[in-house]
């Protein structure tokens, strides 16, 4: 197995534990977008992202780190995907 397959391996297995988390707690989803909602309405820069990401660790039941340099795949993916989703939201309105 290559570099590149174990890393893309490694990224799919990260990505199942955390959907399996939401399945598991729905609550999640709606808690996260609305602190992402709540802090994307200042700007969407590296020091907001952070912000959400340390208020998501710290209610619910989702980690992740402090450090954005530590900030893995499925960290990255799932507060990028949250921005994408609250800035379609506000393009609606």
Known sequence: MSA?????TRVINELRGF?????????ILRQS???A???????SGPAVMARIAN???DTTSVHIPEDPAEHS?????????LKEVVQEEQALY
């Not at 959907?19 to 609550?27: H, M």
């Open 19 to 27: 959907i399996r988390k939401l399945l598991q707690d729905p609550e």
């Open 37 to 43: 909602r709540e802090e994307l309405a200042g700007g």
């Open 33 to 35: 977008l609305s602190i």
């Open 73 to 81: 795949e499925a960290d990255k993916l799932f507060l990028e995907l």
């Open 55 to 57: 208020e998501i660790s």
């Open 4 to 8: 590149s397959e174990i890393q893309k």
